[in-house]
């Protein structure tokens, strides 16, 4: 074993590179039928799954930085897809929750997202892709351990 770092096989760039491939796929289809970028259609999932979540929660649950999630609440609040409610836990923050606009949206855009997701993936099995999933998920725990 050698030292030498080898870029294409070094899997924090690999899975860099492939992230980066399928959202781009995925930006693409969802800029030219819904005008939303993939931080904006991020927020409007996380959202519709929580009811009324803050831009902190929203930035925990998608490793989104604050200045992303904000910018992409700014413009679908503009836009009319998200509303903010005062979160009375904390003055300093809002809840955001959908729209009936933005839960048209969603429920346009969901399906879409899956046919998407079924495109790139359909060349693996079940449980090609169940086990894909658990080792994301250990990958994940194992990056957040200190």
Same mark, same amino acid.
């Given at each position: ?6 870029? *294409?096989r070094f ?12 959202? *781009? ?6 800029e ?10 991020? @927020?409007? /999932? ?6 009324a ?11 989104? +930085? ?9 413009? @679908?609040?503009d836009? &009319? @897809? ?7 836990? +904390?003055? #300093?923050?809002?809840? @955001?929750?959908?729209?009936?606009? &933005?839960? *048209? ?24 892709? +169940? ?5 994301? #998920?250990?990958? *994940? /725990?194992?990056a957040l351990?200190?």
């Amino acid at each position: 074993m050698t030292n030498q770092l080898v870029l *294409d096989r070094f899997l924090p760039y690999r899975l860099s590179i492939t992230s980066n491939l399928v959202s *781009d796929r995925i930006a693409r289809a969802y800029e030219s039928l819904f005008g939303l970028t993939i931080p904006e259609w991020r @927020l409007v /999932a996380v959202v519709a799954e929580a009811a009324a979540i803050t831009q902190a929660e929203i930035g925990e649950r998608t490793r989104m +930085d604050k200045v992303t999630v904000s910018r992409a609440a700014i413009a @679908l609040v503009d836009r &009319g @897809l998200l509303m903010r409610a005062p979160n009375p836990g +904390d003055k #300093r923050s809002h809840h @955001l929750s959908l729209t009936s606009a &933005g839960r *048209d949206l969603y429920a346009s855009v969901a399906p879409k997202a899956i046919e998407l997701e079924a495109k790139v993936f359909a060349r693996f099995t079940k449980a090609e892709l +169940d086990g894909f999933v658990a080792m994301l #998920r250990r990958i *994940d /725990a194992a990056a957040l351990e200190e």
